[in-house]
């Protein structure tokens, strides 16, 4: 695997970044993995790396080319990185599939990435034989497990693939601006869009997360708790590898298995939703918990509370908490900002996204394209996505004369500081005025009621579209539909207050957590 070719110096890849860092540093531990029995499991860097470059082998003399997709429909595990890897430095693309996902999205996301081949979990495999017969562009199938395969399609095992010799990465001719991912976005709202991500990408984004404020460091011992299919997911994976540091798995992710491990593998960085945080607080182990190693906190995708970062603050106040936002189409992160408590956020206002990451341009503009204070945040970056798959109109739509538009409606203040107001297509327009929808989700998290909340529009005769309110309560507590709207009152303008309040066991997400406001819309308009 030398570095010395003139087809590799200069060369600026995912799978040769991360050789680097191997020799480098080859006895790091790269993935470590505490299984449910208590056992553990760890790779270093120059094991991983020796295991991707023997995938990539096996992968090629299957018949994996440049340019092929590859699509890893497989439970979070180490298994998935090293094939992750292993089809990269053969030049091939990977698309993330939700391995819990209905057999209908699992076809549909394998179809359109036109995947040739299909890295399985054994679990699935059975259930998912009719479909993979179906999809006239799956030429391998490749089964993760340790049991004896039995199956009525030809199947190949993923750790033969790692028995072969390494990939000598100067024979590979794969460059920075092939495809590394294809990464489907939620389809909260429609169909998922398949988001090309180019190699050059992610060593640029990694870059900028360095340089925002301690992002992300070589010496951070990183929990890793969400789905690998996920920008988020994969993404960060990608990025700590780039960067040089340690990534603990949990084989099943508890509130109380997290804070034994915190503590165990002395983790120094976590990242998830603010949702999950919620839950470590509610975990009676939490009390106790030892948190003398962690550093930082981050937090994406929801609105932080106050009162969860007090329970934090009251017994670790140590810890810096970093609030980010991204897309996709950025190739992850795009704004972040810093603080200890509650009271650092500017205005007190929970909707602070922070500021853009370094490399990163943002304006804010109105309907007309001109800059404004509240409106549509466009995005200028390196760090862009190559576009989407399959489809040049809705590149052309959403790329515009060099900027990215992201469909997030956010505010600037005089410092610079951003607020995310609400995606476009979740603002309500009742009675001919625009209501943020998160707004309103703000204000019923508020009431001591309410555990879950989600605000759609829903078509209505006279207001056009009746601000309605999904809530879940917390566990033996009760409230009225007047009680909660009468609330609001207080809060909220007049015509922001909820029309309609819907009482659910659950709100619809998706495997990020994200609430499937689509789901709602169709399960609960008229007619």
Same mark, same amino acid.
């Given at each position: 695997?030398?570095?010395?070719?003139?087809?590799?110096?200069?060369?600026?890849?995912?799978?040769?970044?991360?050789?680097?860092?191997?020799?480098?540093?080859?006895?790091?531990?790269?993935?470590?993995?505490?299984?449910?029995?208590?056992?553990?499991?760890?790779?270093?860097?120059?094991?991983?790396?020796?295991?991707?470059?023997?995938?990539?082998?096996?992968?090629?003399?299957?018949?994996?080319?440049?340019?092929?997709?590859?699509?890893?429909?497989?439970?979070?595990?180490?298994?998935?990185?090293?094939?992750?890897?292993?089809?990269?430095?053969?030049?091939?693309?990977?698309?993330?599939?939700?391995?819990?996902?209905?057999?209908?999205?699992?076809?549909?996301?394998?179809?359109?990435?036109?995947?040739?081949?299909?890295?399985?979990?054994?679990?699935?495999?059975?259930?998912?034989?009719?479909?993979?017969?179906?999809?006239?562009?799956?030429?391998?199938?490749?089964?993760?497990?340790?049991?004896?395969?039995?199956?009525?399609?030809?199947?190949?095992?993923?750790?033969?693939?790692?028995?072969?010799?390494?990939?000598?990465?100067?024979?590979?001719?794969?460059?920075?601006?092939?495809?590394?991912?294809?990464?489907?976005?939620?389809?909260?709202?429609?169909?998922?869009?398949?988001?090309?991500?180019?190699?050059?990408?992610?060593?640029?984004?990694?870059?900028?997360?360095?340089?925002?404020?301690?992002?992300?460091?070589?010496?951070?011992?990183?929990?890793?708790?969400?789905?690998?299919?996920?920008?988020?997911?994969?993404?960060?994976?990608?990025?700590?590898?780039?960067?040089?540091?340690?990534?603990?798995?949990?084989?099943?992710?508890?509130?109380?298995?997290?804070?034994?491990?915190?503590?165990?593998?002395?983790?120094?960085?976590?990242?998830?939703?603010?949702?999950?945080?919620?839950?470590?607080?509610?975990?009676?182990?939490?009390?106790?918990?030892?948190?003398?190693?962690?550093?930082?906190?981050? @937090?994406? #995708?929801?609105? %932080? /509370?106050?009162?969860?970062? =007090?329970?934090?603050?009251?017994?670790? *106040?140590? +810890?810096?908490? !970093?609030?980010?936002?991204?897309?996709?189409?950025?190739?992850?992160?795009?704004?972040?900002?810093?603080?200890?408590?509650?009271?650092?956020?500017?205005?007190?206002?929970?909707?602070?996204?922070?500021?853009?990451?370094?490399?990163?341009?943002?304006?804010?503009?109105?309907?007309?394209?001109?800059?404004?204070?509240?409106?549509?945040?466009?995005?200028?970056?390196?760090?862009?996505?190559?576009?989407?798959?399959?489809?040049?109109?809705?590149?052309?739509?959403?790329?515009?004369?060099?900027?990215?538009?992201?469909?997030?409606?956010?505010?600037?203040?005089?410092?610079?500081?951003?607020?995310?107001?609400?995606?476009?297509?979740?603002?309500?327009? @009742?009675? #001919?005025?625009? %209501? /943020?929808?998160?707004?309103? =989700?703000?204000?019923?998290?508020?009431? *001591?009621? +309410?555990?879950? !909340?989600?605000?759609?529009?829903?078509?209505?005769?006279?207001?056009?579209?009746?601000?309605?309110?999904?809530?879940?309560?917390?566990?033996?507590?009760?409230?009225?539909?007047?009680?909660?709207?009468?609330?609001?009152?207080?809060?909220?303008?007049?015509?922001?207050?909820?029309?309609?309040?819907?009482?659910?066991?659950?709100?619809?997400?998706?495997?990020?957590?994200?609430?499937?406001?689509?789901?709602?819309?169709?399960?609960?308009?008229?007619?």
């Amino acid at each position: 695997m030398s570095e010395h070719s003139s087809g590799v110096v200069g060369r600026a890849t995912i799978g040769d970044a991360i050789h680097r860092q191997a020799l480098r540093q080859p006895n790091k531990d790269a993935l470590v993995t505490y299984n449910t029995d208590g056992s553990q499991n760890a790779l270093t860097y120059k094991e991983v790396d020796l295991r991707a470059a023997s995938c990539a082998t096996g992968l090629r003399e299957l018949g994996v080319q440049r340019g092929d997709v590859v699509a890893i429909c497989a439970p979070n595990g180490v298994e998935y990185i090293v094939a992750y890897l292993g089809a990269l430095q053969i030049g091939a693309a990977v698309t993330g599939v939700n391995w819990a996902a209905p057999l209908a999205d699992i076809e549909w996301q394998i179809e359109h990435a036109g995947a040739t081949t299909v890295v399985i979990g054994e679990s699935r495999l059975h259930e998912c034989e009719e479909i993979l017969k179906k999809l006239t562009t799956v030429q391998y199938v490749i089964v993760v497990g340790d049991s004896d395969i039995r199956s009525s399609i030809e199947v190949t095992k993923f750790s033969s693939l790692v028995q072969n010799t390494p990939l000598d990465t100067t024979e590979s001719d794969v460059n920075e601006n092939d495809i590394a991912l294809l990464v489907y976005t939620s389809g909260s709202e429609s169909k998922p869009k398949g988001v090309l991500i180019p190699h050059r990408n992610y060593l640029i984004s990694t870059t900028f997360s360095l340089l925002s404020a301690g992002y992300i460091s070589p010496d951070d011992v990183y929990l890793f708790v969400k789905p690998f299919h996920t920008i988020a997911g994969i993404g960060s994976i990608t990025s700590m590898l780039l960067v040089g540091s340690t990534l603990v798995f949990l084989e099943a992710v508890t509130p109380d298995a997290v804070l034994d491990v915190v503590q165990e593998a002395r983790i120094t960085t976590i990242s998830q939703t603010p949702t999950f945080y919620v839950g470590l607080t509610r975990s009676e182990k939490f009390a106790t918990a030892d948190f003398s190693s962690l550093r930082t906190c981050q @937090t994406y #995708g929801g609105l %932080v /509370s106050r009162t969860m970062l =007090e329970t934090f603050a009251n017994k670790a *106040p140590h +810890i810096r908490w !970093a609030s980010y936002w991204g897309q996709s189409e950025l190739t992850q992160l795009g704004t972040i900002g810093w603080f200890r408590t509650f009271d650092d956020i500017p205005a007190g206002d929970p909707r602070w996204i922070g500021i853009p990451t370094p490399g990163l341009e943002v304006r804010i503009v109105d309907a007309d394209g001109n800059d404004t204070d509240t409106g549509e945040m466009i995005c200028r970056s390196p760090s862009v996505m190559a576009g989407y798959h399959n489809d040049a109109e809705r590149t052309a739509e959403t790329i515009s004369n060099g900027w990215l538009h992201t469909g997030d409606i956010v505010h600037r203040d005089n410092d610079g500081n951003l607020f995310f107001f609400d995606r476009i297509k979740d603002m309500v327009k @009742t009675g #001919g005025m625009n %209501v /943020s929808s998160l707004e309103v =989700e703000d204000a019923l998290h508020q009431h *001591p009621a +309410i555990s879950q !909340a989600a605000v759609v529009g829903l078509p209505d005769e006279y207001w056009a579209e009746a601000v309605t309110g999904f809530v879940v309560l917390r566990q033996g507590m009760t409230v009225s539909e007047s009680d909660v709207i009468d609330f609001c009152r207080g809060l909220l303008s007049a015509y922001k207050v909820p029309k309609r309040i819907v009482f659910l066991d659950a709100l619809p997400v998706d495997a990020q957590g994200k609430i499937r406001k689509r789901e709602l819309r169709a399960l609960y308009s008229p007619g």
